[in-house]
Structures are given as structure tokens and as C-alpha cells.
């Protein structure tokens, strides 16, 4: 009898348990169950691609301005950020020395032209002499020779002297260009020495209100920017403002730096209120591809997949997908749109294709993009096919029109049901609510 006691009891607890069991998974699966369809127009938009790449500004054309003699800064005319006209005097060196130069190389082309002259009335009156034999042909060829290294000799102080005139000249700094000084490197008194190189006295900015952005641009996106197309840069001085420029030049020569292979990208821009300075570091945005009035959806909706118990709409015929050929999606004599009852994973999870479409008649499954449409609040499948996509929205090439109703999430019967307790007056808070 006891025996009998402890099985009905061990029957009852095993009873109680499957019935729990059963009724959790029951509330559990009704509470993932399909619920309403979250979705969104299709629209007309601008969709564009880009790349980005950091430059430093720079003046469109500027000149560094040097000397060619050496000596003492004497005069400084101009100071930063002087404009200055073509041919203006910006500074002077000493011309004590080079005067004294020139002087003497103008005495010695008066003495090299007096010894010429009198050389060439020996010549004259030897010649006459030999005429009439009375002088030998030695003297005559002496006589020659003496002249013409004479006239040599005139030449090359001639020459000194116009070379010193020249560095007297040089003495005087002009500005080669209209600008505005960027740079001044010397000062009164200062010692420059143009013995091996020029030195740079001054830097001179043709334009400000034209820049160009020196960008490096990663080896993986050079190959997608070209001469013309359009750019967006900011600088840290003007953080809530945009400029546009365009790209000039891609420039073939590489710049290795720690492994890392760039290219200078000349863009170029307009400066006409000169916000933009020289030096500035800029961040672009280089627009590859643009395309206006795009037909385009969210691309999250390439990724959702209705959830099991989803009503499902049957296309209407003029909306249907052809058989066949649809650009890069191929959906061949036999595919099927219509769904079945069960779909694929949970809702809101997408990536592959539903087991809704059929296989193609060769026993291969259709390829290509697949979007779902909402018509009436029910599920319909549709093929399409894509072109460039800006990472938020991809453009549709084939498949949609404008105003269609594109499925981007759905919702569950559960986060459908805690709405409406929170949203209800009459539904008691969770625990602690009120002390928040």
C-alpha cells in the first residue's frame, strides 16, 4: 500500500513538472512569435561613395625669394605679411664693396682699351714698314699677335665690368611677383653668404585666395580618385564650416612612411574671404561616386528575414518578379515567389536568401539581392538588383519604384506586449521603478 502511495506521488510531481514545462515553452514561443512589420518608403536620393585622406594648405604659388652676392643686410622695406607689387624693392644689401668692385673693373678696362689702342698703331705702322720692305715679317707677326691679345684683353675686363655691375644690382632685393611676404628670414645688419647656395631671404605668396590641400592618400583608395572630382575638407580653426575644392593632380610619387605607402593628392581651392591659411591642417573627404536622384532603400533591409507565422502577401502581377534574367539577380522558368508557412531564422536576421524561393529548374538557387515588401502589412519577397551604396543607404537599379513600402525590421508579439504595459495605466511598473 505504501509502495503504491510513493509511485502515485512520484507520478503526480512528474506530471506537475511536464505541465510547467510545457506551459513555459508555450508563453515563451508565443512571446517571439511574428508581430507587426517595421518598413519604409522607397526614395529618390543622392547617394555618393568617398574616401578620406589629411593634408596641410598651401598658397597655389609662391617663391622664395633669395640673393646671389653675399654681403650685409643694409635695408629691410617690407615685414610678414606685407603685399607687395612686382618689381618693388623689399631690401638692400651693402654696395660699398661691390661699388669698389666695379670701380676698379672700370679702370681696368680703361687701361686694357688704351693698351689696345697703342698696339694697334704699332701693328699699322709696321705693316706700312714691311711694305716697303723695310721691316721684316717677324715684326709684323709680333706686331699682330701683340694687337690681338690686346683686344682680348679689352673684352675680358668689359665682361668684369658688366659682371660687377650686374652684383651691384643684385644688391638691390626686388619682389619677383605680387603677393603677400609669408616668411622673412634676415635682419638689419645680417650677414649673407651666397658662396654655395642661395639663401632664402624671403617667402612670398602669389594668391591667398586660391589654395591648394597637399593630401596623402592611402595606396588602397588612390586608384579610385581622379583629376576633377569633387572634395569637402575642414580645419580645426573653422570646425562648423565646410569648404569645397576639387582634386587637380594625383601625383605618381610615392611616400613611404613606417611601412605605409601614400600619395600626394593636389586639391585645390577656393579662398576668397582668406579664412584658409597656410600650414592649416585639413581633413578630406574625396567624393569617388555620385549619383543624384538615386532610387535608394536603407541598407538593413538587404539583411531582414520575416520571422516564423509572418502573413505572407502573394505580389500583385504587375509586381511580380520576371522569370529569367534580372540583371545580377537570375531567377529561371520554375522559381517560385510564394512563400511558405515557415521562414527562415529569428526576426530581423537576415543575409540568406528564404528557403521560400524554389530552386531554379537546372537545380541551381537563384542568385541575386532580395528584398521584402510590404503590401497590406504582409510579407512579399522581391528580387532587385543594387548599385553603390554609401554604407546607410545602396541604390536600386531594378526591382523597386518609388513610394513601394520596403520591410526594414519586425517586431515580436513580446516587445509588443511590454509596450503596451508600459504604455497602460492600470498595468503595475517593475520593482524599484518609482525610486528612479
Same mark, same amino acid.
Given at each position: 500500500?505504501?509502495?503504491?502511495?510513493?509511485?502515485?506521488?512520484?507520478? =503526480?510531481?512528474?506530471?506537475?513538472?511536464?505541465?510547467?514545462?510545457?506551459?513555459?515553452?508555450?508563453?515563451?514561443?508565443?512571446?517571439?512569435?511574428?508581430?507587426?512589420?517595421?518598413?519604409?518608403?522607397?526614395? %529618390?536620393? !543622392?547617394?555618393?561613395?568617398?574616401?578620406?585622406?589629411?593634408?596641410?594648405?598651401?598658397?597655389?604659388?609662391?617663391?622664395?625669394?633669395?640673393? %646671389?652676392?653675399?654681403?650685409?643686410?643694409?635695408?629691410?622695406?617690407? $615685414? @610678414?605679411?606685407? +603685399?607687395? +607689387? +612686382?618689381?618693388? =624693392?623689399?631690401?638692400?644689401? $651693402?654696395?660699398?664693396?661691390?661699388?669698389?668692385?666695379?670701380?676698379?673693373?672700370?679702370?681696368?678696362?680703361?687701361?686694357?682699351?688704351?693698351?689696345?689702342?697703342?698696339?694697334?698703331?704699332?701693328?699699322?705702322?709696321?705693316?706700312?714698314?714691311?711694305?716697303?720692305?723695310?721691316?721684316?715679317?717677324?715684326?709684323?707677326?709680333?706686331?699682330?699677335?701683340?694687337?690681338?691679345?690686346?683686344?682680348?684683353?679689352?673684352?675680358?675686363?668689359?665682361?668684369?665690368?658688366?659682371?660687377?655691375?650686374?652684383?651691384?644690382?643684385?644688391?638691390?632685393?626686388?619682389?619677383?611677383?605680387?603677393?603677400?611676404?609669408?616668411?622673412?628670414? &634676415?635682419? *638689419?645688419? %645680417?650677414?649673407?653668404?651666397?658662396?654655395?647656395?642661395?639663401?632664402?631671404?624671403? *617667402?612670398?605668396?602669389?594668391?591667398?585666395?586660391?589654395?591648394?590641400? #597637399?593630401?596623402?592618400?592611402?595606396?588602397? $583608395?588612390?586608384?579610385?580618385?581622379?583629376?576633377?572630382?569633387?572634395?569637402?575638407?575642414?580645419?580645426?580653426?573653422? %570646425?562648423?564650416?565646410?569648404?569645397?575644392?576639387?582634386?587637380?593632380?594625383?601625383?605618381?610619387?610615392?611616400?613611404?612612411?613606417?611601412?605605409?605607402?601614400?600619395?600626394? =593628392?593636389?586639391?585645390?581651392?577656393?579662398?576668397?574671404?582668406?579664412?584658409?591659411?597656410?600650414?592649416?591642417?585639413?581633413?578630406? !573627404?574625396? &567624393? !569617388?561616386?555620385?549619383?543624384?536622384?538615386?532610387?535608394?532603400?536603407? *541598407?538593413?533591409?538587404?539583411?531582414? !528575414?520575416?520571422?516564423?507565422?509572418?502573413?505572407?502577401?502573394?505580389?500583385?502581377?504587375?509586381?511580380?518578379?520576371?522569370?529569367?534574367?534580372?540583371? $545580377?539577380?537570375?531567377?529561371?522558368?520554375?522559381?517560385?515567389?510564394?512563400?511558405?508557412?515557415?521562414?527562415?531564422?529569428?526576426?530581423?536576421?537576415?543575409? #540568406?536568401?528564404?528557403?521560400?524561393?524554389?530552386?531554379?529548374?537546372?537545380?541551381?538557387?537563384?542568385?541575386?539581392?532580395?528584398?521584402?515588401?510590404?503590401?497590406?502589412?504582409?510579407?512579399?519577397?522581391?528580387?532587385?538588383?543594387?548599385?553603390?551604396?554609401?554604407? =546607410?543607404?545602396?541604390?536600386?537599379?531594378?526591382?523597386?519604384?518609388?513610394?513601394?513600402?520596403?520591410?526594414?525590421?519586425?517586431?515580436?508579439?513580446?516587445?509588443?506586449?511590454?509596450?503596451?504595459?508600459?504604455?497602460?495605466? @492600470? #498595468?503595475?511598473?517593475?520593482?524599484?521603478?518609482?525610486?528612479?
Amino acid at each position: 500500500m505504501k509502495k503504491l502511495l510513493k509511485i502515485l506521488i512520484i507520478l =503526480v510531481i512528474l506530471g506537475a513538472i511536464a505541465y510547467g514545462v510545457k506551459t513555459f515553452l508555450f508563453s515563451e514561443s508565443a512571446e517571439n512569435a511574428a508581430g507587426p512589420l517595421v518598413s519604409t518608403k522607397v526614395v %529618390q536620393t !543622392t547617394i555618393s561613395t568617398t574616401i578620406s585622406a589629411t593634408g596641410t594648405l598651401e598658397p597655389v604659388d609662391q617663391v622664395e625669394v633669395g640673393t %646671389q652676392v653675399s654681403g650685409d643686410i643694409a635695408k629691410i622695406n617690407v $615685414d @610678414f605679411n606685407s +603685399k607687395v +607689387k +612686382k618689381g618693388q =624693392v623689399i631690401a638692400e644689401l $651693402d654696395k660699398s664693396k661691390l661699388k669698389a668692385t666695379l670701380t676698379q673693373a672700370e679702370i681696368a678696362f680703361r687701361s686694357a682699351e688704351t693698351d689696345y689702342k697703342y698696339k694697334e698703331s704699332t701693328y699699322n705702322r709696321i705693316k706700312k714698314l714691311s711694305e716697303s720692305n723695310s721691316a721684316s715679317a717677324v715684326e709684323l707677326e709680333t706686331a699682330e699677335y701683340n694687337m690681338n691679345s690686346a683686344k682680348l684683353s679689352v673684352e675680358r675686363s668689359q665682361n668684369e665690368v658688366n659682371q660687377a655691375r650686374l652684383n651691384l644690382s643684385y644688391a638691390t632685393i626686388k619682389s619677383p611677383i605680387d603677393g603677400v611676404v609669408l616668411k622673412r628670414a &634676415v635682419e *638689419v645688419g %645680417q650677414t649673407v653668404a651666397a658662396s654655395m647656395s642661395t639663401p632664402t631671404l624671403f *617667402v612670398i605668396a602669389k594668391d591667398l585666395s586660391q589654395m591648394k590641400v #597637399m593630401a596623402a592618400v592611402d595606396e588602397a $583608395d588612390i586608384g579610385q580618385v581622379k583629376q576633377g572630382q569633387r572634395v569637402t575638407f575642414s580645419v580645426d580653426a573653422f %570646425q562648423n564650416e565646410t569648404f569645397n575644392g576639387s582634386v587637380q593632380e594625383v601625383r605618381l610619387n610615392p611616400t613611404t612612411t613606417s611601412n605605409v605607402v601614400t600619395y600626394t =593628392v593636389v586639391i585645390t581651392a577656393e579662398n576668397p574671404e582668406q579664412k584658409l591659411l597656410p600650414g592649416m591642417t585639413a581633413t578630406c !573627404t574625396i &567624393v !569617388t561616386q555620385e549619383i543624384t536622384d538615386a532610387i535608394a532603400i536603407p *541598407v538593413k533591409a538587404l539583411k531582414f !528575414t520575416p520571422a516564423d507565422g509572418t502573413p505572407m502577401a502573394e505580389p500583385p502581377k504587375g509586381m511580380r518578379p520576371p522569370h529569367g534574367e534580372f540583371g $545580377d539577380s537570375t531567377f529561371a522558368k520554375g522559381d517560385s515567389p510564394a512563400p511558405p508557412a515557415r521562414m527562415g531564422p529569428s526576426p530581423g536576421m537576415g543575409g #540568406m536568401p528564404p528557403k521560400s524561393f524554389k530552386k531554379r529548374a537546372d537545380g541551381k538557387k537563384p542568385s541575386g539581392n532580395l528584398v521584402w515588401v510590404s503590401i497590406g502589412g504582409k510579407a512579399a519577397p522581391r528580387p532587385v538588383k543594387t548599385g553603390i551604396s554609401d554604407g =546607410v543607404n545602396i541604390q536600386i537599379l531594378k526591382g523597386l519604384s518609388v513610394g513601394d513600402s520596403v520591410v526594414v525590421s519586425q517586431e515580436t508579439l513580446g516587445s509588443a506586449k511590454e509596450k503596451s504595459a508600459a504604455s497602460s495605466p @492600470f #498595468m503595475p511598473g517593475p520593482p524599484g521603478k518609482k525610486k528612479k
